[in-house]
Each structure stands twice: as structure tokens, then as C-alpha cells.
């Protein structure tokens, strides 16, 4: 936890390095806290608000972690764009697929009758065919930045900076 805080102390400190310690346990504190605020917001509807609120909150020191965690291992922050595309991507897709999913149960409150064995067929549907395309886009470009942030850092001084702590 204290990895988390530290990250968000240094929001937007984009220069030196960070270690896999540093990345990942900032990483793995926001997505639990993240995902406890939107599992309570199934129940508690108003936390939806400040789950929102934390995911948008925590994106900035994130990217910079990130960029601190590339650069450890000798990489240029750029390619922190990964993440944040593989980010934006997902959020879209959820969204169109969100979109979707309210444009059928509109049609069934509007007492429209829902043909489910032809759903696929799309007829008086929206076309959301590129849900999956964006979706799948998102999930390989989120395995290339894994495996860049898996990678070990040098262990002497980079361009970036000293060798981080820990």
C-alpha cells in the first residue's frame, strides 16, 4: 500500500525509474481499490460516482509509474502509449457494448417485442459490430506493454537515472 501512495505522491513525476516492486504493487493497489468501489456500487448505486472518480483520479500517476517503469528498463517512455491507447480502447468498448445492451432493454420497456431466437440477426438494433474489433485490439496491445513491464531493469545507471530502490 505504501507503493500506492507513493505513487500518487509523485503524480506526475514522469523522469527516473521505477522498480517491478514499485510498478506492480501501485498497479495491484489501484485495481483492488478500483474493483471493491465498483463491486460495492452494485449494491450502494452513488459509489458509482466515486469508483468513476478514482479511476479518472488514478490515471495520471499511473501513466507515470508506467513511464518510470520503462525507462528502468532502459525503454523510452513513449511507449507508455500502449497503455494509454490499450486504456482508451477498452473504455470504448465498454461503452459501445454498454450502449448496446441499453438499446435492448429499451426496446423491451418500450414493450417492443425482442425476438431472442433472431437477436444476432441485429434487425431495429443499432450496429455494434465493432465492439469486438476494438476490444480485441485493446487486449493485444495490452499484452505487449505486460511484457514490457515484466522485463528485468538494467542494473546500472540508464539514461534515465540510478538504479531505483528496491
Same mark, same amino acid.
Given at each position: 500500500?505504501?507503493? /500506492?501512495?507513493?505513487?500518487?505522491?509523485?503524480?506526475?513525476?514522469?523522469?527516473?525509474?521505477?522498480?517491478?516492486?514499485?510498478?506492480?504493487?501501485?498497479?495491484?493497489?489501484?485495481?483492488?481499490?478500483?474493483?471493491?468501489?465498483?463491486?460495492?456500487?452494485?449494491?450502494?448505486?452513488?459509489?458509482?460516482?466515486?469508483?468513476?472518480?478514482?479511476?479518472?483520479?488514478?490515471?495520471?500517476?499511473?501513466?507515470?509509474?508506467?513511464?518510470?517503469?520503462?525507462?528502468?528498463?532502459?525503454?523510452?517512455?513513449?511507449?507508455?502509449? =500502449?497503455?494509454?491507447?490499450?486504456?482508451?480502447?477498452?473504455?470504448?468498448?465498454?461503452?459501445?457494448?454498454?450502449?448496446?445492451? /441499453?438499446?435492448?432493454?429499451?426496446?423491451?420497456?418500450?414493450?417492443?417485442?425482442?425476438? =431472442?431466437?433472431?437477436?444476432?440477426?441485429?434487425?431495429?438494433?443499432?450496429?455494434?459490430?465493432?465492439?469486438?474489433?476494438?476490444?480485441?485490439?485493446?487486449?493485444?496491445?495490452?499484452?505487449?506493454?505486460?511484457?514490457?513491464?515484466?522485463?528485468?531493469?538494467?542494473?546500472?545507471?540508464?539514461?534515465?537515472?540510478?538504479?531505483?530502490?528496491?
Amino acid at each position: 500500500m505504501a507503493w /500506492f501512495f507513493y505513487g500518487l505522491q509523485h503524480y506526475g513525476d514522469f523522469d527516473g525509474r521505477a522498480s517491478r516492486r514499485e510498478y506492480w504493487s501501485n498497479y495491484t493497489a489501484g485495481v483492488l481499490i478500483g474493483a471493491v468501489l465498483f463491486g460495492l456500487s452494485i449494491f450502494v448505486h452513488p459509489l458509482v460516482v466515486l469508483a468513476v472518480a478514482f479511476q479518472a483520479g488514478t490515471f495520471i500517476p499511473t501513466v507515470a509509474v508506467t513511464v518510470r517503469r520503462l525507462h528502468d528498463t532502459g525503454l523510452s517512455g513513449r511507449w507508455a502509449g =500502449l497503455y494509454v491507447l490499450s486504456s482508451l480502447l477498452l473504455y470504448v468498448s465498454l461503452f459501445l457494448g454498454s450502449k448496446a445492451f /441499453f438499446a435492448l432493454t429499451s426496446q423491451a420497456l418500450n414493450g417492443s417485442e425482442l425476438d =431472442l431466437l433472431n437477436l444476432s440477426s441485429g434487425k431495429g438494433l443499432p450496429d455494434f459490430s465493432g465492439i469486438e474489433s476494438v476490444a480485441e485490439v485493446s487486449q493485444v496491445l495490452s499484452v505487449i506493454i505486460f511484457i514490457l513491464l515484466c522485463r528485468r531493469g538494467s542494473h546500472a545507471k540508464n539514461c534515465y537515472g540510478r538504479v531505483p530502490a528496491a
